[in-house]
């Protein structure tokens, strides 16, 4: 018989999920974002959620369901409005897992009314959004810390400079050379980077696939 500790590792542990893109306004019906479906966030709450942790799962605009009794959902828009939810919720996770695709940038000065369409070229100015990962990252007291990283050149050497950068304790390589990975897909693969630099990389599967592989990692590596 198994007893419930073993199936329920993560009873009342707290992890802070941040998921899916960030919509910043250009004008009141305009926007710039980015392809981010939010189903690798949405698999790793409801994975965690079953392993028996409360999830806070911060989540930018997304149709992905997350019905489950351990996770609260906070629907946001901006990459401000995330950050804000993040830092209000932080103090009490034990695990936050960053895996947002988060606009890098906004536009300065988002305007009042709808642009109207005059000359023949149209700049919008940007200004960088806060960095919601590096900012718990250097917190002294934080949770144990996921990050994600998503490069198209030199993956390995910009993953393990992202992972020192932000200082996270795992670090989920995307690899966006494989024809099964990537955003709107159902099939990830990825290459996890721990404090050591060392990597473990994984078949392409589904994402409730690489969501279980990443949770059993962060069980064995805090558990
Ligand atoms: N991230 C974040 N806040 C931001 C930008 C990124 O929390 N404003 C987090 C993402 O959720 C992810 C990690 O940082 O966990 C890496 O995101 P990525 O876009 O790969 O890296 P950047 O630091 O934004 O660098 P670049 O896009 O230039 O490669
Ligand atoms: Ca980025």
New binding site residues.
């Given amino acids: 018989e198994k007893d419930i500790e073993s199936q329920l590792p993560l009873v009342g542990k707290i992890c802070l999920i941040?998921a899916g893109p960030t919509y910043e306004a250009i004008d009141p019906v305009r926007f710039i974002g980015n392809h981010s479906s939010g189903k690798m966030g949405a698999a790793l709450a409801m994975e965690m959620a079953s392993k028996g942790a409360q999830v806070i799962l911060i989540m930018g605009p997304s149709h992905v369901l997350t019905d489950h009794h351990l996770i609260h959902r906070i629907n946001v828009k901006t990459?401000q409005e995330m950050y804000d939810h993040v830092h209000e919720n932080i103090n009490e996770a034990d695990y936050a897992i960053?895996?947002?695709?988060?606009a890098?940038y906004k536009p300065i000065n988002p305007a009042d009314q709808k642009i109207k369409k005059k000359s023949e070229t149209l700049t919008i100015q940007l200004v960088k959004?806060?960095?919601?990962?590096?900012s718990v990252g250097a917190m002294k007291n934080r949770p144990y810390l996921v990050?994600?990283?998503?490069?198209t050149e030199n993956e390995l050497e910009?993953a393990f400079a992202?992972a020192e950068k932000?200082n996270t304790d795992l670090l989920v390589l995307n690899s966006t050379r494989d024809k099964g990975a990537g955003f709107g897909k159902d099939t990830n693969k990825i290459t996890l980077i721990d404090r050591n630099q060392k990597t473990f990389v994984f078949d392409t599967k589904p994402k409730t696939e690489v969501a279980k592989d990443i949770v059993n990692e962060i069980i064995k590596r805090t558990l």
Avoid: R, Y
């Fill in positions: 941040t990459a960053f895996s947002a695709a988060v890098d959004n806060p960095d919601i990962l590096a990050g994600f990283a998503l490069e910009h992202k932000k």
